[in-house]
């Protein structure tokens, strides 16, 4: 009995076996037709490890810019043209140096060898001396000199643009006064002197001038084979006016100038005209001497004139 139920155990357990070696037998048969398909190539083998690093990727260009689209285009419209290039203006050379200088802007020199003259009309007010102390008679201007003309040249530096120390020199011409009525005297003035300009404003184009100077005045008069005199300093010669540039080297400018001084110093001796109301027939003071000090007084000097002057040499 129970060797019958053993060999019926060992039957089931032989039937369970061959029914799971059917099934495996089954799937590998299945593998080995899939890895046996034709028209399939077996996979390349992997290349050995190596120690080196890869290669860097080759360059690539990048893609061109895109171009913006115009609001017509694509709609049968031409495409709008692109804009020209700008431009570039590129000064020629000069020729020569003339050329070149009608070329440049108008400027004002910022260091010049400064040269000029200046024209006016000329005045005198005040008196050159008293003929009595006494009474306090002053010997008027007038006696001597009419109001006429000046003539002054200037020579100077310009600096930094605005500054112009410069010698000045003076003439003035005018028809002989009372005193000489009935001759042939002739008289003049000079004055020679120091002076400093100051330019304000846009000197590149209208400015505003003013002047200080100082020197020496004198009164001449000439006659009959003799010549008279009279000398002073000038302590202050104020000038007002403007300076117009019209080209980088050339100015004009419209100026006033006033003067004040008084004369000290004498040379020679000079007739007066006959019939003089007072008696005199000839200037108190004469020779090579000096006015004493209760007979000095003030005379004043005006000009009204205009200037033209050129910066020269200088940058």
Not at 132 to 137: H, L, R, S, Y
Not at 161 to 176: D, I, M, N, Q, S
Not at 220 to 228: C, K, M, N, Q, V
């Given at each position: 009995?129970?060797a019958?139920?053993?060999?019926?155990?060992?039957?089931?357990?032989?039937?369970?076996?061959?029914?799971?070696?059917a099934?495996?037998g089954?799937?590998?048969?299945?593998?080995?037709?899939?890895?046996?398909?034709?028209?399939?190539?077996?996979?390349?083998?992997?290349?050995?490890p190596?120690?080196?690093?890869?290669?860097?990727?080759?360059?690539?260009?990048a893609?061109?810019?895109?171009?913006p689209?115009?609001?017509?285009?694509?709609?049968?419209?031409?495409?709008v043209?692109?804009?020209?290039p700008?431009v570039?203006?590129?000064?020629?050379?000069?020729g020569?140096d003339?050329?070149?200088?009608?070329?440049?802007?108008?400027?004002?020199?910022?260091?010049?060898?400064?040269?000029?003259?200046?024209?006016?009309v000329?005045?005198?007010?005040?008196?050159?001396?008293?003929?009595?102390?006494?009474?306090?008679?002053?010997?008027?201007?007038?006696?001597?000199?009419?109001?006429g003309?000046?003539?002054e040249?200037?020579v100077?530096?310009?600096?930094?643009?605005?500054?112009?120390?410069?010698?000045?020199?003076?003439?003035?011409?005018?028809?002989?006064?009372?005193?000489?009525?009935?001759?042939?005297?002739?008289?003049?003035?000079t004055?020679?002197?120091?002076?400093?300009?100051?330019?304000?404003?846009?000197?590149?184009?209208?400015?505003?001038?003013?002047?200080?100077?100082?020197?020496?005045?004198?009164f001449?008069?000439?006659?009959?084979?003799?010549?008279?005199s009279?000398t002073?300093?000038?302590?202050?010669?104020?000038?007002?006016?403007?300076?117009?540039?019209?080209?980088?080297?050339?100015?004009?400018?419209?100026?006033?100038?006033?003067?004040?001084?008084?004369?000290?110093?004498?040379?020679?001796?000079?007739?007066?005209?006959?019939?003089?109301?007072?008696?005199?027939t000839?200037?108190?003071?004469?020779?090579?001497?000096?006015?004493?000090?209760?007979?000095?007084?003030?005379?004043y000097?005006?000009?009204?004139?205009?200037?033209?002057?050129?910066?020269?040499?200088?940058?």
């Open positions: 009995m129970r019958s139920q053993a060999a019926a155990r060992v039957a089931r357990l032989v039937a369970r076996l061959a029914i799971a070696v099934l495996v089954g799937a590998v048969g299945t593998v080995g037709d899939a890895r046996a398909q034709p028209g399939q190539a077996p996979l390349p083998a992997l290349p050995p190596t120690d080196e690093p890869p290669p860097p990727p080759a360059p690539t260009s893609p061109p810019p895109a171009v689209l115009g609001p017509s285009e694509g709609a049968g419209v031409p495409p043209p692109p804009a020209p700008p570039v203006y590129i000064e020629p050379p000069h020569s003339s050329l070149a200088f009608e070329h440049e802007p108008t400027h004002a020199p910022r260091n010049a060898l400064w040269l000029g003259a200046r024209l006016g000329l005045a005198y007010g005040g008196g050159l001396y008293i003929d009595d102390p006494n009474a306090g008679t002053a010997e008027t201007t007038g006696n001597f000199i009419r109001p003309g000046a003539l040249l200037n100077g530096a310009r600096l930094a643009h605005r500054y112009v120390p410069y010698l000045t020199f003076e003439l003035g011409l005018g028809a002989a006064g009372r005193r000489f009525d009935g001759t042939d005297t002739r008289v003049s003035t004055f020679a002197g120091i002076a400093f300009r100051y330019v304000a404003g846009d000197v590149n184009s209208v400015a505003f001038v003013s002047e200080l100077a100082f020197g020496f005045r004198s001449h008069a000439r006659g009959d084979g003799e010549s008279w009279l002073g300093f000038e302590p202050f010669r104020i000038g007002l006016g403007a300076e117009i540039r019209l080209t980088t080297r050339f100015t004009i400018s419209p100026l006033v100038t006033i003067s004040d001084g008084i004369l000290t110093d004498t040379s020679g001796n000079v007739a007066f005209g006959p019939h003089q109301g007072d008696g005199l000839g200037p108190p003071f004469v020779g090579n001497g000096s006015v004493p000090a209760v007979a000095q007084t003030n005379y000097a005006i000009v009204f004139g205009c200037g033209a002057h050129f910066d020269l040499i200088g940058d």
